[in-house]
């Protein structure tokens, strides 16, 4: 089986008070077999779609492709918004080597409550994926019994917002539940009320666009 070790590792700037959370990059990123196009850091898919969402909500004009300078871009980018990189999957096997989320197995996670403890300013995890089967919300949740923690409900609603305690500061964190920035996640996009009624009043809207106006409000 193939071990899909996350290369890349926590990118927490001091300033951090809202940590991204996804699960793993594509395996090439682990192998180090980049495509043209892609980034060698957090998100730098080339077909991922986090990066020209940030790049259309706040102007960024960032380079896609595999340079130092892509990489400089981001890195500035975050730590000017106080914004920090934290996936919570430290490593999988995979019998298919593929960038799946459900076809993870012998999943092993980072300890996030203890990386939140550390950093005391964070307050908000912006995950990017729901509660379905081997998201990062859901993966959390499994992190969270380990503490004898859970999530509290704050809005229904996609995104979905909860709430925890941390068990040792006692500080509360928000979590956000972000549509996941990537294609396998548009046929669930377009399935969403919201977006209809959104497509119904402007036809020119896009799943890309939709996510744009999910996403403002959090960064």
Known sequence: MFHHVHPYPTFIPKNTTKLIVGTLPPPRFTTGELKEGDVDFCYG???GQLWPILDALFDLNLQYETTDLAIAQRKKFLQDRGLGICDIVASARREKVDASDLGMQQIELRDLVSVLETHSRIET???TGGNSKNGPEYFFRKHLKE???S???ENI???RIHSFEL???KRTITTVSLTAPSGAANRAVGALQLYKE???ANPKLNTIDFRITQYRPFF
């Open 45 to 47: 898919s080339r077909d």
């Open 125 to 127: 995890l912006l995950f």
């Open 147 to 149: 503490y004898s923690l």
């Open 151 to 153: 999530l509290s409900v």
């Open 157 to 159: 609603n996609v995104p």
């Open 167 to 169: 068990p040792k500061s």
């Open 198 to 200: 959104m497509k119904k």
